[in-house]
């Protein structure tokens, strides 16, 4: 696989950090980067052209759900991913291993594939290596992901080893049956929290060549601490040509923090999801907006922020919104919840283009928002 669609512009003196340019059929990626997640085809509550102007460079599309509805079919008839949303930058599609391997009552998997059940209808689907990858060449995104095995946290090492041993073989035939040169395709790194395993993912992975790599099987329940340590390893051992997607995570403190240890890719519904229960991220920390300490406070949500909601809207107002349950409410924390991870990421990239990551990140770690993710 091409690995020139990746430039890797800069890299931190005193940390591992680096900031690059992923380039992809429907415009650049600056990184590190986090995208927002839009599982069904929407970013939920946000519509796509205001995801560009709070900052957003790629949105995520799920290959389980987008399969199941409308269909790849459908998506293929509109021109793809991004025509049918209206969205006119890069996509990412899952191939949807994570939700398939979810649903462990209904699963059966073989190293000729997996079979599961529709959360829709229960209608039985069996997917193969191949299958995934030509329901993801016809979604249309611009980076699509081998379809791997994804263990749950904790597990026997002995499981762990054998996803290992499957991702690597579905990797390969992922590879093979890939034929969309104008689409990137990642690999996905698994072996949980054993050093050694990661270690062979990786390198089964990069012997087969990858325009990227995803890095799975993490924000599966295993302690934070846990998942940084292991976490640097992998990435020294991953090429430092091709970017590194870790995956599944929006924790601020855990992507600044895995920044630090070379990471360029994040995504995870956390922005979204917490804004429709009400809360915010903030450099105070979370804001729980249904605290009765909010409702009389009439200035921005978070002082320091410049996003729309936090210019134009009080932490009264909003905390009214959340209170009586009006959709606009889940509307405007999403936005700024997005915005804040999606500004948080800029300055990242600018202070390893200023060779200073290593002074962001301790600045970071010692502020009142880091003590409360």
Not at 7 to 14: K, N, R, S, Y
Not at 123 to 130: D, G, L, N, R
Not at 225 to 246: F, H
Request: aromatic share 8%.
């Amino acid at each position: 696989m091409d690995s020139s669609a990746f430039d890797l512009i800069a890299t931190d003196p005193t940390t591992s950090a680096r900031a690059g340019v992923l380039r992809t059929r429907h415009g650049d990626v600056p990184t590190p980067v986090f995208m927002p997640v839009g599982t069904r085809a929407t970013v939920k509550g946000v519509i796509p052209q205001r995801l560009a102007a709070l900052g957003a460079s790629v949105v995520l599309g799920n290959t389980y759900h987008l399969f199941l509805r409308p269909g790849e079919g459908l998506i293929a008839k509109a021109g793809g991913l991004g025509r049918f949303m209206s969205w006119e930058g890069p996509t990412l599609t899952d191939s949807g291993g994570f939700q398939v391997f979810s649903l462990a009552d209904t699963v059966k998997v073989s190293d000729e594939g997996v079979a599961f059940r529709s959360i829709l209808d229960g209608s039985q689907h069996f997917w193969t290596p191949e299958d995934n990858m030509a329901i993801q060449q016809r979604l249309g995104a611009d980076i699509a992901m081998q379809l791997d095995e994804c263990p749950p946290y904790p597990a026997e090492r002995e499981r762990v080893a054998r996803a290992v041993t499957r991702s690597a073989r579905w990797a390969l035939r992922c590879r093979a049956a890939h034929t969309d040169e104008g689409q990137l395709l990642f690999g996905i790194v698994q072996g949980g929290v054993y050093d050694d395993l990661r270690a062979e993912s990786v390198d089964r992975l990069t012997e087969i060549g990858f325009a990227g790599y995803g890095i799975g099987g993490y924000s599966v329940g295993e302690p934070h601490e846990l998942m940084l340590a292991s976490l640097a390893p992998v990435c020294d051992r991953l090429p430092r040509d091709a970017p590194r997607y870790l995956m599944g995570v929006g924790n601020p403190t855990t992507i600044l923090r895995a920044i630090g240890e070379g990471v360029d890719m994040f995504d995870c519904v956390l922005p979204t999801r917490t804004a429709r229960l009400g809360t915010a991220f903030s450099s105070e920390g979370r804001l729980n907006l249904r605290n009765a300490r909010f409702a009389d406070d009439l200035s921005p949500l978070d002082p320091s922020c410049a996003c729309p909601t936090c210019t134009s809207y009080s932490r009264a107002y909003l905390r009214h919104l959340v209170t009586t349950k009006e959709m606009l409410g889940a509307v405007l924390l999403s936005e700024h919840n997005l915005y804040y991870l999606l500004d948080l990421t800029r300055r990242a990239r600018e202070a390893v283009l200023g060779s200073r990551y290593g002074a962001f990140l301790a600045e970071w770690m010692g502020s009142a928002a880091a003590a409360d993710y």
